[in-house]
């Protein structure tokens, strides 16, 4: 699946937030088994103009444990793979909402990224962090989870970053666009379950 580049003028958002995460995986230990080279990093258009709703959704490109294949109602598939420029698969799809991402504070924007980069595996097989009982993608407290992202954001903000990497997101989507005239980045396509041949 190629990706969708631009080369127009104006704030490259995909690239400023995955400077963002690339930072964080460097400076918050629990971050520091991501290689943010093999995460694709997008953008959507949310459909509607609102706060509430999905700011950002990480989209795991292997099954459990790393598996390329998973048995479905009796049938094999396999996740369509996304590839970057020079060929090699990325693990995971990062896809963040716009305007609605851009539209909150600063500590609810950090603690976005951080909650979507603490979905990811361990192991960083291509798979989801799993955790204990019914609920393996938030575990038994969403709450809790959410309480991890906001330290983790924390954590990464008292590492004293860089304020330029993150002054962007000082801007809701209404003021970025009036700083900079355009707003874009690289779009992908949902990645699709497909049937896959068994061996």
């Known amino acids: ?23 964080m995986t460097r400076r918050v ?16 258009q949310a459909r509607k103009r609102v706060p509430h709703g999905l700011q950002a959704s990480l989209t795991p490109l292997r099954f459990e444990g790393g598996a390329r294949t998973k048995v479905t109602r009796g049938r094999l598939y396999t996740c369509e793979t996304i590839l970057d420029a020079s060929g090699r698969e990325y693990l995971y799809l990062l896809q963040f909402y716009l305007p609605r991402f851009l ?22 097989d291509g798979d989801l962090r799993r955790h204990d009982g019914r609920c ?17 954001a924390g954590e990464w903000l008292a590492s004293d970053p860089p304020s330029e990497l993150y002054a962007f997101l000082r801007y809701n989507f209404k003021e970025l666009l ?14 699709k379950l497909i ?3 068994s061996a």
């Open 178 to 191: 009036s700083q900079y005239g355009q707003v874009f980045g690289e779009r992908y396509p949902a990645p």
């Open 136 to 152: 393996y993608v938030h575990g038994p407290s969403q709450r809790e989870f959410d309480r991890t992202a906001a330290r983790l």
């Open 103 to 124: 539209d909150h504070s600063l500590g609810e924007k950090l603690t976005t990224v951080v909650h979507e980069l603490w979905h990811i595996s361990e192991e960083f």
């Open 29 to 44: 230990p629990l971050l520091s088994h991501i290689d943010m080279q093999r995460v694709a990093v997008g953008f959507c």
């Open 195 to 197: 049937p896959a041949k």
């Open 1 to 23: 699946m190629p990706r969708k580049r631009s080369d127009r003028s104006g704030f490259h958002f995909t690239s400023a937030i995955r400077a963002i995460c690339d930072d």
